[in-house]
């Protein structure tokens, strides 16, 4: 598709239970990202794939974030048991190959309750 | 590391108005910088990158911005504000310590930008 689709765009959970999120790039783009975006407008890096491996994830909390891109699927980021301090936006973005600019996916609220 | 400095939260500007909102930049190797919108409950928008060459880069919905590198700045700015330009601009730097094209982008703090009539 021409834009990273993002699913779903609300999710309510409740503490200690799991979060799904999911990501669809857009076609020909080989890079996808992941970020958070809490308080007010602070962007937090959570981790970049080149197809289906990992590029860089520096910024992934260990215990409780995994993340995937498998061929043929969305990309997805999982959080298990969530805490409340998860509550945020995360966003998805791809670029090309040889591309300097990434585009955005409209976002998942993520609440937790 | 990379950062990027957006010194003011707000900007207010009346419409038809030049606008300009400021962002500085501290990086170890040469820079590539953006500037990204988003407007509420949405995702963000790229408008414009500047890379190499010309210091005057032009973007999408009439923006540009002008790369000073003895500042270390890349400010927005536009020459005639609309009320509908009121959103939330960020400027972001693309991350040089790994190669490839997924080095991430490490963002500002965000200028809230409102055009009044």
């Known amino acids: 598709g021409e834009e990273v689709a993002q699913t779903p765009k609300h999710l309510v959970r409740g503490e200690g239970q799991k979060a799904k999120l999911y990501c669809a790039p857009i076609?020909?783009?080989?890079?996808v990202f992941w970020y958070q975006q809490v308080l007010k407008n602070e962007f937090k890096f959570l981790i970049s794939?080149?197809?289906?491996?990992?590029?860089?994830e520096t910024g992934m909390p260990k215990e409780r974030f995994s993340a995937k891109c498998l061929p043929n699927s969305p990309c997805s980021l999982e959080i298990q048991a969530t805490k409340l301090e998860d509550s945020a936006v995360y966003f998805c973005?791809?670029?090309?190959?040889?591309?300097?600019?990434?585009?955005f996916g409209q976002g998942t609220r993520l609440t937790v309750v | 590391a990379q950062s990027v400095a957006q010194p003011e939260d707000q900007v207010n500007v009346a419409e038809g108005n030049p606008l300009t909102v400021k962002c500085t930049y501290s990086?170890?190797?040469?820079?590539?910088l953006f500037w990204y919108v988003q407007y509420p409950n949405r995702g963000l928008q790229f408008l414009l990158k500047?890379?190499?060459?010309?210091?005057l880069v032009k973007g999408s919905y009439g923006f540009e911005a002008e790369f000073n590198k003895s500042q270390t700045s890349f400010h927005l700015k536009k020459p005639s504000a609309l009320v509908s330009d009121s959103a939330l601009y960020f400027c972001?730097?693309?991350?040089?310590?790994?190669?490839?094209?997924?080095?991430?982008?490490?963002f500002g703090t965000g200028t809230q930008l409102k055009v009044e009539l």
């Open positions: 973005a791809s670029s090309r190959p040889s591309g300097r600019e990434a585009f």
């Open positions: 076609k020909g783009h080989s890079y």
């Open positions: 794939f080149q197809n289906e491996n990992v590029f860089d």
């Open positions: 990086v170890s190797g040469n820079p590539y």
């Open positions: 500047y890379i190499t060459g010309d210091n």
């Open positions: 972001a730097v693309r991350d040089l310590g790994l190669t490839g094209g997924g080095n991430k982008l490490t």
